[in-house]
C-alpha cells in the first residue's frame, strides 16, 4: 500500500503565479515531512521540510503547510519561476509501521511546468 | 566539495547476469542509504549504513540484492542474476549522521539499470 501519495502527476502554472503542489499520507506515525526537488538525470535535491509540531515551514518562495487532522500536506511556491520547473517529491519519515525516523517514505512525484 | 557520487550512470546488462553499482557519499558523511526507482514510482527504501554496518536491510527486494561499505565511506550495491523486474534507477544518498530524518539526505544522480 502506498502510504504517501501524490494524486497529480503533473502541474501547469504561469511565471509569477502560485504553485500548489498536494501530498496526502495514511501513516499517522509520519513525523517529519520533506519536500524534494528532481531534475531530469540529476539526484533529488532537498527543498523544505515540516515537524509535526509545526503546521506551517517558510523559506523563501517556498512554503509547507501540514494539515495533521487531514494527513495533508501542501507546498507552496509563490512567485512561480520558470526555473522550478521539476519534478517534485513528497517524503516522509516517523517510526510507525514500517517506518523508521531515517527511513523516507516517497510519493510517485509531481512534475510541475511553469511556463514562461 | 563535491557531492555524492555514483557510478556508472548507466548499465546496460542481460538476465541473468550480475552487476555491481557503485556509490561515493559526501566527505565525512557516516550514513549512506540505497534507495530505488522503477518506471512510475516513487523512491523505495532498500537499504542504510552507519558506518559500515547495516543494520536494517528490510528494504532489500530479494536474496539477490546485497550491498556493503567499506572504510565508512564507499558503498557497493550488488545484483545477482538480474531479472527484468530489476530494471530502475538506483539512487545513493548519505547524511552526516544517523540522527533522524532532519539530518538531510543528499542524493547522488543515481545508476539507470535496464535489464534486457
Known amino acids: 500500500d502506498q502510504q504517501v501519495k501524490q494524486n497529480s502527476p503533473s502541474l501547469s502554472v504561469q511565471e509569477g503565479r502560485i504553485s500548489i503542489l498536494n501530498c496526502d499520507y495514511t501513516?499517522?506515525?509520519?513525523?517529519?515531512f520533506l519536500w524534494y526537488k528532481k531534475y531530469p538525470a540529476e539526484g533529488p535535491t532537498f527543498l523544505i521540510s515540516?515537524?509535526?509540531?509545526?503546521d506551517k515551514n517558510e523559506d523563501g518562495r517556498f512554503t509547507v503547510f501540514l494539515n495533521k487532522s487531514a494527513k495533508h500536506l501542501s507546498l507552496h511556491i509563490v512567485p512561480s519561476q520558470p526555473g522550478d520547473s521539476a519534478v517534485y517529491f513528497c517524503?516522509?519519515?516517523?517510526?510507525?509501521?514500517?517506518?523508521?525516523?531515517?527511513?523516507?517514505?516517497f510519493g510517485k512525484g509531481t512534475l510541475l511546468t511553469v511556463n514562461p | 566539495g563535491a557531492g555524492v557520487s555514483q557510478s556508472p550512470s548507466n548499465k546496460v546488462t542481460e538476465k541473468g547476469k550480475d552487476v555491481e553499482l557503485r556509490c561515493d557519499p559526501i566527505?565525512?558523511?557516516?550514513?549512506l542509504y540505497w534507495y530505488r526507482q522503477s518506471l512510475g514510482q516513487g523512491l523505495e527504501f532498500l537499504i542504510y549504513?552507519?558506518?559500515?554496518?547495516?543494520?536494517?536491510k528490510s528494504g532489500l527486494p530479494s536474496d539477490r540484492f546485497s550491498a556493503e561499505r567499506t572504510g565508512g565511506s564507499v558503498s557497493t550495491l550488488t545484483i545477482q542474476r538480474t531479472q527484468q523486474e530489476d530494471s530502475a534507477v538506483y539512487l545513493c544518498?548519505?547524511?552526516?549522521?544517523?540522527?533522524?530524518?532532519?539530518?538531510?539526505?543528499?542524493f547522488g544522480p543515481g545508476t539507470r539499470l535496464t535489464v534486457l
Open positions: 515540516i515537524s509535526s509540531i509545526k
Open positions: 544518498a548519505s547524511s552526516l549522521r544517523l540522527a533522524g530524518a532532519t539530518d538531510t539526505q543528499y
Open positions: 501513516n499517522s506515525m509520519f513525523d517529519y
Open positions: 517524503a516522509a519519515s516517523g517510526l510507525g509501521r514500517g517506518g523508521s525516523n531515517y527511513k523516507l517514505t
Open positions: 566527505s565525512g558523511h557516516t550514513a
Open positions: 549504513f552507519q558506518g559500515n554496518s547495516a543494520p536494517d
